[in-house]
């Protein structure tokens, strides 16, 4: 199965930790956003471009396991993978790093939905085609 990957960076802002100085648990999930829109964009669709073609990409399932808390000042590397499939749901994981440990991993599961109805529509050509590219552009950076 051919995958699509794009590590983003973010620094740990003091408005993210609790009292207890770490992270909140819920702040994770806002990292995995960031992390999937960036891969977005690293393929060529950023996701301004699905909405403006009527598509969007709801959450419909997350999953997270933390194994060591992230604190202040960290420099977090949100690893996100795309397993390319050609089904309407689209499924990432996420690695979130820091240094060379990971901290914590999960995943999301999204559709594509129209965004007046939010009934359940196909992957537009947009996003296909996109993904198309960037597995070629995997596949040739892995042959040379």
Excluded: W
């Excluded at 199965?1 to 003091?14: A, F």
């Excluded at 009292?19 to 956003?33: A, I, Q, S, W």
């Excluded at 073609?53 to 000042?73: S, T």
């Amino acid at each position: 199965m051919t995958t699509v990957r794009h590590d983003t960076t973010i620094r740990v802002r003091y408005a993210d930790t609790d009292k207890m100085g770490v992270v909140y648990n819920g702040n994770y999930l806002r990292y995995f956003e960031i992390g999937r829109t960036e891969l977005l964009r690293h393929i060529g669709v950023p996701y301004a471009q699905l909405e403006a073609q009527g598509a969007l990409l709801p959450v419909i399932e997350a999953h997270i396991e933390y194994l060591r808390p992230a604190r202040y000042d960290d420099l977090l590397t949100v690893r996100t993978t795309y397993a390319v499939d050609r089904t309407p749901v689209l499924r990432l994981a996420y690695e979130i790093v820091v240094d060379s440990d990971v901290i914590a991993r999960g995943s999301t599961r999204h559709t594509f939905v129209d965004h007046a109805t939010f009934k359940p529509i196909r992957p537009p050509r947009l996003f296909l085609d996109a993904v198309e590219r960037a597995c070629s552009d995997t596949l040739q950076s892995v042959q040379q």
